[in-house]
């Protein structure tokens, strides 16, 4: 078919469907922002209906045979396109494709699907009640094979590759089993020695009561020390602590405040607000575009977790907090020497939740549900045998007893919002963060940065290298650039063998 | 024209645009709560566009010419029509009216400039700036002149008449300016005897700081005596208080808290609380329709107010409310008879801020609003002049320096939303009030309930007279059924001349 439309007609189309995409990304964003913040609890029904809608003007705005038209004739004229717009049209077809393949109807009972089953979880969560979220996550299940069929008729690939697709694109189950083997060779060992050596470093001052308006200073200190423009992004609270970006001038993270627990926001703020880092330096000429995000979430959680652990479990992180933990928590921190503090920070120890474990059990934690979920999506496991499956394997990975569903399987949103294929990103991210780290050093002092509380020099290099470029690139070509050679676990093996070497004696 | 679509087909297009308006109103509403309550500072860009969307979407769905012949159709059909259904299509035409005068283009870019006047006006009342402000509200003014000249375009009403029926349907500048020399009469004697008394009662227990902890341990109280479900509406804090419904299940209501000032949260909880009973006890088949909410902004007002002091600052309501201040502040209330507290709630005199102000003055607060937007809207005042004619009016009305525009001129919200014509409401809101109580003391021991703190009599009276209604009468002949009388300020002004005369002993 001839392409009638000029260049700058279709540019046109195309930025005026770039809006009206953004439009929904804030609505949408803002009905789920609202419905875990401020929301009564019994709200769900006018909420469905205007998440239906929402759903609907989306597909009907989106999975067009216009828009269908206008992506192929811009990928036709590309060599007229800007890099940029050329990106736009590419990256907005796989999308498009995507939903396309998927009937509006099913699209939209989909969308209010899981706006109740969210409702549905924090219910279960709350009541420890698995068997009255089972039939959300039955119907969410059985939705998601439904539409890995649409999207793949002919079946070529595993049908968990296909959702993982969702989050990083181009990752394989085969990709990660390779991934996850390795890991474990290197993260097993180190647990089972720290067991034997059955020494730990001290904690008490740790769970104390701290006072939920001194974490709150805290949490405003750690904000400033990351950088971060207040008046762009907010702070605000919820059970599970998250980041929501409607553009990259205005982000929310939120934070959950422990009394006896003071470490746990501080850590929820660190982690946040590195995904908020992330969404504020997005290049400016993305704002608005499908581009303005971040690459995937692998890379999203390599900074997350870079800023949460690699930053904000060292050493010399630890040396330049202890002062003002001791400025807010007097009582609690008075007689804490820099070492110990440190040691403390790092306690490796089989523990339930995955948000709050150490670094090198931490993928352990994602190990369980990354072969609950992809047994799930390959049919060999039913929803009602989740809670089983689970505390068995956290037994057999961490060799603890679950004591409730609200501490197992309940504990993680994820599922009750259909994300099946994110958690592995959170390991992944662990490993690109720890060898993008070893190529940052290269230039930038990370070490004096964590000493001084001078974080600036660290952001600068990752605006510069992975967060102006948003979406531009695909996941693997843009670590390759910004590490200057392709992933390998190592770096992330040999950081873990060296720190609880180091910290444990082994 | 015929009208070629069945009752049933036209019935069923009449859901589908309720529908959509109802996500219309949602969504809107979601954008103006998240701006004043959890948004970061400098987020407008992306609201704005997304206000401008809403906006279009909002006119296009609403204005069409589909919309039009649904309406007259609906209209000629009304025999055929459930009483609900005639009322719908009545209130609709009404409103359509209204906004198909006013051109897509025109309405859209005043919505966009509401936006940004609100953020502007947050911003001017913060830093004691007018004149940062001016060029907004210069250019609200100049829309709604347009607006009024475009819905009259003979000019057969006051410019200011036209205003006002958007906030109570009939209501004219005559009727206002009768109703305030009334009430003139009665209040400025009223100030000036207990003035020339020179006795106030103790009020140093209000003004000593109080745990912002345990004052929101008041507000779950109070909730509760309010009847309110939380489950279904949740409260929050703003910079200024207010009510915000989406749907009869889904309310919100926010309040301030003042360390030192005590009982302004409690009122404004008392105050927002009349508002949102209001709205969660509108008729089951009224949800999402637009007949979902109340009579008009003066019954509105009138409940809220009612609330707020005809029950809240009652002796009967102060004697319930004593123990409970004594148990949450008992170094500030500990030597606090009933006397004394029911006093200090009552204590009249000239004060600057309208929403703090007592039962008493309070309306001249609204007097001054009431002539400063008439004199706007009429063309003898200039937005430039504003804050001068202010502290003239508040010097004339209530004998008081204003010393700031923060506590002066740009106290009150309103006009940066573009409300002229909704300050009178709340007088009339009080006035009505006082009459609709004086006839349901007929039926219910008011008195009683305040005494035992059970106040689900009032609330179900209300219920059956008033909230069930929502907007299927007008104001003045519901106001007529529920007081089985016409309304006249007597009731009010009696009420005020007992109760100051009783207190001040005149």
Chains 1, 2 share one sequence.
Not at 120 to 149: C, G, H, M, T
């Amino acid at each position: 078919m001839m392409n009638m439309k000029t260049t700058e007609e279709l540019t046109k189309q195309l930025n005026d469907l770039e809006r009206s995409l953004y439009v929904f990304h804030h609505l949408s964003s803002l009905v789920e922002l609202d419905a875990t913040t401020a929301a009564p609890q019994d709200t769900t029904v006018g909420r469905s209906a205007v998440m239906e809608y929402l759903s609907n003007e989306n597909y009907k705005a989106f999975a067009s045979e216009e828009t269908g038209e206008l992506l192929n004739a811009l990928i036709s004229d590309k060599a007229e396109l800007s890099v940029r717009e050329a990106r736009q049209a590419e990256v907005l077809k796989r999308d498009y494709d995507q939903m396309k393949a998927i009937p509006q109807e099913e699209y939209v009972a989909y969308d209010v699907l899981i706006s109740e089953a969210q409702n549905a979880w924090v219910k279960a969560k709350r009541e420890n009640d698995f068997a009255s979220f089972a039939p959300y996550l039955e119907k969410i299940v059985e939705s998601q094979l439904r539409f890995v069929d649409y999207r793949d008729p002919q079946h070529l690939r595993k049908p968990y590759d296909v959702l993982l697709e969702d989050y990083e694109y181009g990752l394989t189950t085969e990709f990660l089993d390779a991934f996850f083997d390795e890991l474990k060779k290197t993260i097993v060992p180190l647990v089972h020695q720290i067991s034997e050596r059955s020494w730990q470093p001290r904690s008490d001052f740790l769970h104390q009561e701290a006072s939920i308006e001194k974490q709150r200073e805290l949490s405003d200190f750690l904000m400033k020390v990351l950088t971060i423009d207040r008046n762009h992004c907010s702070i605000g609270e919820t059970e599970h602590p998250f980041t929501l970006e409607f553009n990259k001038d205005d982000v929310r993270i939120t934070t959950h405040y422990h009394l006896a627990e003071v470490m746990s926001s501080f850590y929820s703020v660190m982690h946040e607000g590195g995904h908020a880092l992330y969404e504020l330096h997005t290049g400016e000429d993305l704002r608005f575009t499908s581009l303005a995000s971040g690459a995937s979430s692998s890379i999203h959680e390599s900074i997350s977790r870079f800023f949460e652990n690699i930053i904000g479990r060292s050493r010399e992180f630890c040396g330049f907090i202890l002062p003002k933990m001791k400025e807010l928590f007097p009582q609690q921190f008075a007689d804490v020497s820099t070492e110990e503090f440190y040691q403390a920070m790092n306690i490796a120890q089989p523990s339930l939740i995955r948000t709050e474990a150490d670094e090198l059990t931490y993928s352990l934690h994602v190990m369980v549900r990354y072969e609950l979920e992809k047994g799930l999506i390959s049919g060999y496991i039913a929803v009602k045998d989740l809670p089983r499956l689970w505390d068995e394997k956290m037994q057999e990975y961490l060799g603890i007893e679950v004591p409730s569903d609200t501490r197992g399987v309940l504990q993680d949103s994820h599922w009750g919002s259909g994300y099946f294929g994110y958690f592995p990103t959170y390991a992944l991210g662990n490993a690109y963060g720890a060898q993008m780290h070893e190529r940052m050093k290269q230039d930038v002092d990370t070490a004096g940065c964590c000493e001084r509380g001078d974080l600036a020099p660290v952001v600068s290099w990752l605006e510069e290298k992975v967060f102006r470029y948003g979406r531009m690139m695909d996941p693997v070509p843009l670590f390759e650039q910004y590490c200057g050679a392709k992933f390998t676990p190592e770096p992330y093996c040999r950081y873990l063998k060296e720190k609880y070497s180091n910290i444990y004696g082994l």
